[in-house]
């Protein structure tokens, strides 16, 4: 029998199912800039201030969105988010037709098999608190390796 998520359409996940897919990278979560002409999307070591930089998980999950108004909150009827999603995100792949990539939870069968691959952004990112000014993020700009 083949796993839910190469047997299933992302539409067709249950809640539990759709939670279990996310790696916990919190890529998604560190700011992002887009270049106006290209339209291309950067990533910076700057994070949402919920994020939780040793787990990289989200301290206001249930609440994300009243919280934080520009939270990049995924669902199956909105595919547009995808393109904010780093190259590396499970949904982002699946709705490819990609594989999950070999260092997955759901692979691995442990939960630190994304920070053990140096998929996590623990380590390097750090909270939008310490940034004084916004203007700077773009000193912060990453490029994954
Ligand atoms: S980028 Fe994708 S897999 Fe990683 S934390 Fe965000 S939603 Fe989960
Ligand atoms: S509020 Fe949104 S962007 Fe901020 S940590 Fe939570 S999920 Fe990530």
Do not use: N
């Amino acid at each position: 029998m083949k796993p839910f998520w190469s047997e299933k359409r992302l539409a067709d996940l249950t809640p539990e199912e759709w939670e279990a897919l996310c790696d916990g990278c919190g890529r998604c979560c560190l700011h992002k800039l887009q270049d106006d002409e290209t339209d291309e999307v950067f990533y910076t070591q700057v994070a949402c201030r919920f994020l939780d930089l040793a787990t990289c998980r989200c301290r206001a999950y249930e609440q994300r969105q009243q919280q934080v108004p520009d939270c990049l909150v995924l669902t199956a009827d909105q595919p547009e988010v995808l393109q904010w999603m780093p190259s590396t995100c499970a949904y982002r792949l699946l709705a490819a037709g990609e594989p999950l990539p070999a260092w997955h939870p759901l692979l691995t069968g442990r939960a630190d098999s994304t920070r053990k691959a140096g998929i996590a952004v623990s380590g390097f990112a750090f909270s939008e608190e310490a940034l004084s000014d916004p203007d700077d993020l773009q000193d912060y700009v990453i490029r994954w390796p």
